[in-house]
């Protein structure tokens, strides 16, 4: 998995606020977007920003996507999550195709534990399926 600089100081803080077991599991989280995105024909470049305080990956530029962010579970110190737009039904449909794989928060989220191993094919195809969401949805 490829380290890409992070471009964005404000992101580039948030990241360096965690606790570095949590930031090591993040960025791990975050090269998998990226990699996911660059290997996602249509996506483009991704933005990486803030949103509510965590960091977030927008397709600005193609628009083929709903947004992703990631950050700690707050109530769970052991845990992180990669958040999704509730008001879309791809949470649904991950639980459809993994529901041994993955753990979900709601409508909106895959939790992740520090303790386990990367669910990676797993997590790379919930990925690519938001990052391309508005181009499979008007067609």
Known sequence: MTQIEIRN??????????PPDLRRRLMLLRGLILDTAAATPGVGEIEETLKWGEPAYLTSASKSGSTLRLGPVKSSPSQYALYFNCKTTLVD????LFPRELRYDGNRAIVLDAADTLPRD???FCIQAALTYHRRKSS
Do not use: D, S
């Open 9 to 18: 100081t404000a992101v580039a803080q948030t990241f360096a606020a965690y």
């Open 93 to 96: 449909t991950f639980r459809t």
């Open 122 to 124: 797993a997590l790379a």
